[in-house]
């Protein structure tokens, strides 16, 4: 008895040793998971996750889907890329693979255990081991079959790994065939072009080559014209002015060449110059153009820092006048400037530069007889834009008409009149000589003391026009009409 006494008790700790550790709340084993990290995962407090089969084959279906908008460049990328998460999920199947191997040994060592406790316990607690070895036994099961899943999973995830990587290398083998397509077009278009414009240049060779012979033949035609003409007139008076009237072309031609000449030789002399010149003045000489002065090495000091002052240079005696106004690095010429030649000094620190036009300011081809021909007709308009009053800029710009009659001159929209006067010594008008890029367009008038405007034309030939037939106008009531600092040489 005394040895039952001892076995009793060492049943009874061994039965609640195992009832402590194994506590069966319910009837069957709880149905834990596996996370993506080896964690043991309770599916009542996690919500249910999509399986590794519904994952790969949502992917295959989207990638099927889109494999017949995407470009051929864009699907090998994406075959890539699923062959890359294929072979992340083979790798995620073998490591499970693995976990599940180590639980079935779990299982199998922990069925043991309760095997052998079986036998050393009775009443209630044996069939509560029991109970647990049924249990364990379900889990086995459940295991095994979650094992064929797993297998069968294993070889989707194979089969699709095959097939992604096929697909790769296909689309692989697609795009260097349409690089090579692609390359040969270009190259053919390249050939192409090529040869079209070494037609176009052959043929502006041919076209150039047939427009100067026939403007060769032309002229002779001309010239014979002209002759059989003189011939065949009836009083030598007219033979006289056709005569006076080739002359007359003839000078014209001979002094615009000598002008070119000189120029030319301006030029060389200032080339062959040892010491070079900082500054020089860029564009046409002639009414109408804009003449800016420009740096002529790399190291020439900004002309924004120093004082400019542009002047009026008599080619006769090389009397200097000043522009009043005109101290800006780009000056548009006016009428007053044709035939004289302009200057522009530029005050440097210990030292003053000057920059001079190689000629005298040519006149506007045509403007003469324009000019002529609204005298004739004793009035005109020009459509203007107004850009300021009395110094001030405007912040909007209709168009305005700008009407230069024989006694006055009024500047109007509709029926608002912004200024009338009369020609008068208080009014002055000239062109625009604070520079700016549209200077060649634009011009100044004084109407009175206290009212000045600032006018942009639609073009320089109207600008001039407007000026000269302006001064003309005024000098017919006898007014000597100019700009700011003109009234001194008007009388000459």
Known sequence: MRVNGVEEPMQRESVQTVSADVNFATSRFPNYRISANDRIVDPKESPDLPSMKDIVARETAQLLEQQKRLSVKDLASKFEKG???????????????????????????????????????????????????????????????????????????????????QASEDAKKMVEEAR??????????????????????????VL???????????????????????????????DMEHELQALRIQLAEKS???????????????????????????GPESLGSCLRIVGCVDDAPDLSEHDIQWYRVSPEDGK????????????????????????????????????????????????????????????????????????LEQSSHPIHVFHIGKMKIKLYKGRAIKAKESYSSSMQICGVRGGGNAAAQT?????????????????????????????RFAFDCNIMLGGPGDRE???T
Do not use: C
């Open 489 to 491: 040489r008007q009388g």
């Open 83 to 165: 062959l890359a998460a294929a072979a992340k999920l083979s790798a995620e199947a073998k490591f499970r693979e693995a976990a599940s191997l180590d639980r079935q040994v779990l299982l199998k060592k922990l069925r043991d255990v309760l095997e052998s406790l079986r036998g050393r316990v009775a009443g209630r607690n044996k069939d509560d081991v029991e109970e647990a070895i049924s249990m364990v036994e379900a889990l086995a099961v459940q295991l095994t079959q979650r094992e064929g899943e797993l297998l069968q999973e294993k070889s989707e995830v194979k089969m699709l790994a095959s097939f992604l990587k």
């Open 256 to 282: 615009l060449y000598s002008l070119q000449l000189l120029k030319e030789l301006s030029v060389s002399k200032k080339l062959g110059e040892k010491k070079p010149q900082l500054f020089e003045l860029d």
């Open 443 to 471: 011009l100044f008038w004084q109407a009175k003391r206290g009212l000045s405007f600032t006018l942009a034309f639609e073009s320089a030939r109207e600008r001039n026009a407007a000026i000269m037939l302006a001064r």
């Open 320 to 391: 200097k006048e000043m522009i009043s106004g005109a101290s800006k690095s780009i000056y548009a010429p006016e009428p007053f400037d044709v035939g004289r030649q302009l200057q522009a000094e530029i005050v440097l620190p210990g030292q003053t530069v000057a920059v001079t036009t190689i000629g005298p300011i040519d006149p506007a081809a045509g403007l003469g007889n324009y000019v002529e021909a609204l005298v004739r007709k004793a009035e005109a308009e020009f459509n203007v834009v107004i850009i300021q009053v009395n110094g």
């Open 180 to 205: 090579a397509v692609a390359q040969a077009e270009i190259e053919s278009a390249r050939e192409a072009v090529h040869r079209i414009e070494q037609a176009f240049s052959e043929q502006e060779k």
């Open 208 to 238: 150039q080559a047939s427009e100067k012979q026939d403007l060769n033949e032309l002229m002779k035609e001309v010239q014979e014209a002209r002759r059989i003409k003189m011939l065949h007139q009836p009083s030598k008076v007219m």
